[in-house]
C-alpha cells in the first residue's frame, strides 16, 4: 500500500452516523502485566475514543493479544488500570464489562445451528425464546446470513463461521468489540471482503472497537487509528497515513510497509545520502551520522542518480518491486509501474525523489 492510496483510503473512510449508538471510551493506564520471566505489558496506555476503530499492531510477542486479554479481563493486571467510560473495571469479570469478543477460532457449538449459536449470549442473559429468536435474525442479516439461520457449522464455509461469531459477538449489544486476529484462518480473499464486512458493521453501530492483527496491511485498511506495540508498550499511534508517511522511528517505517535502510549522514536539517540531499521528517535532528529510511516508491530510476546493477525483479499487479545493489554495495529496492520491465544484471542509476524521510543516530566510533 502507498502514500496516494492511503491518502484516497482516509478521505473517503466512512464515520460513524450521527444517530448511531455511541461505543464507550477504553482507557489502558500504565498497565503491567507480567508472566513467569516475562513483562507482557510494561507501563501500556492507550485511549480509545467512543465510536473509535483502533487496529493493534505489532510483531509476534509485542503484547498485542496480551493487552486485548486484559482489556477482556480474560488476564488480570498487575499495576495500571482499565477504564471503560471512565469507570474502572480492572477487578471485574468479564461478563460486566459489556464487551464482545470475536477470535481467530470461530468457537461455534457444533450441535447448535448458525441462529442457536448466536442466540447463546442471550440466552445466558435469560432473555426468552421469542426475543432471542429475534434478536438473533437480526444479527445474522446484519452480516449478510439471514438466509442461514438453521444450518450447522459444518454446513457453513469458514468466512460464513467467522461472520457467525461476529454476529453472536454483536447481538447483546456491547458497547466494545474486541477482535483478535479474527481473519487470519482465512483465505486472502474472504479476508479483503470479511475486514470491509467488519469495518461497514462497525461504521453503522457506531461501536468501540479493538482490532488486533499481525497483518499491516489489514490495520492500515480499516482503522481509524493505528497503534503499534513493541516489547509490550507504544511504539507509535496515529491514523494510517500518519504511521506510514511520518513513522516516528526507524521500527516504524521498517514494520509499517516496506523500507529501505541506507547509511547516510545529516548536516544543517538534511539527510544527505549516496549524493541526494534530502529534508527531514524531523528537522531537529542533530548533526552527525544515520540510518536513513527510504520507502521504496520514494526512489525512482532515470538518466542520473546512483548507479548499480538490477539483482531481481518481482511483479505485484500494477507495480514492481526492483532489488538493486548500488556500486557502493548498499541494496535497496525500488518500487516503479509494471510496463517497466528491468532484468538481473541491468545497469540503472537511482535517483531519490526528494521525499522527506525519518533517521536514526548511529552509534558514533570510538
Do not use: C, W
Not at 447463546?120 to 437480526?138: D, H, I, N, P
Not at 481509524?224 to 497515513?241: K, W
Request: glycine residues 10%; charged residues 20%.
Amino acid at each position: 500500500m502507498n502514500q496516494n492510496q492511503l491518502r484516497t483510503q482516509n478521505e473517503n473512510r466512512d464515520r460513524p452516523a450521527a444517530n448511531a449508538p455511541a461505543g464507550a471510551s477504553v482507557r489502558f493506564a500504565g498497565v503491567v502485566k507480567d508472566f513467569t520471566g516475562h513483562r507482557a505489558l510494561d507501563g501500556f496506555d492507550l485511549t480509545l475514543h467512543a465510536g473509535e476503530f483502533v487496529a493493534l499492531l505489532g510483531p509476534s510477542g509485542s503484547g498485542k493479544t496480551t493487552a486485548l486479554r486484559v482489556l477482556a479481563g480474560l488476564e488480570s493486571t498487575d499495576a495500571g488500570s482499565i477504564l471503560i467510560d471512565g469507570a474502572d473495571v480492572s477487578t471485574l469479570p468479564t461478563s460486566r464489562r459489556d464487551l464482545g469478543m470475536v477470535f481467530q477460532s470461530y468457537s461455534l457449538f457444533p450441535h447448535l445451528s448458525a441462529g442457536e449459536n448466536v442466540e447463546f449470549g442471550l440466552r445466558m442473559r435469560k432473555v426468552r425464546g421469542e426475543e432471542r429468536r429475534a434478536r438473533a435474525a437480526v444479527a445474522l442479516a446484519l452480516v449478510g446470513l439471514d438466509a442461514h439461520y438453521d444450518r450447522f457449522a459444518h454446513q457453513l464455509s469458514g468466512g460464513q463461521q467467522q461472520r457467525v461469531a461476529l454476529a453472536r459477538a454483536l447481538v447483546t449489544e456491547p458497547r466494545v468489540l474486541l477482535l483478535d486476529e479474527p481473519l487470519s484462518a482465512l483465505d486472502a480473499q474472504v479476508r479483503v471482503v470479511l475486514r470491509e464486512e467488519i469495518r461497514r458493521i462497525q461504521t453503522e453501530l457506531g461501536i468501540t472497537t479493538l482490532f488486533v492483527t499481525h497483518d499491516q496491511d489489514e490495520a492500515l485498511a480499516v482503522a481509524d487509528r493505528v497503534a503499534v506495540m513493541r516489547a509490550g508498550s507504544i511504539e507509535q499511534v496515529g491514523a494510517p497515513e500518519e504511521l506510514y508517511t511520518r513513522p516516528a522511528s526507524s521500527f516504524i517505517a521498517d514494520f509499517v510497509g516496506l523500507s529501505n535502510r541506507l547509511v547516510g549522514v545529516v548536516r544543517h536539517g538534511f539527510a544527505r545520502v549516496h549524493g541526494a540531499s534530502l529534508p527531514l521528517l524531523d528537522p531537529s535532528q542533530a548533526d552527525g551520522a544515520v540510518s536513513v529510511s527510504v520507502r521504496p516508491e520514494d526512489l525512482e530510476f532515470g538518466a542520473a542518480g546512483a548507479p548499480g546493477v538490477v539483482l531481481s525483479s518481482s511483479f505485484h499487479g500494477s507495480l514492481r518491486r526492483t532489488r538493486v545493489r548500488l556500486d557502493d554495495g548498499a541494496s535497496l529496492v525500488v518500487q516503479h509501474g509494471a510496463r517497466l520491465h528491468p532484468s538481473a544484471g541491468d545497469r540503472v542509476l537511482v535517483r531519490f525523489t526528494g521525499a522527506p524521510v525519518s533517521v536514526d543516530p548511529l552509534p558514533s566510533r570510538a
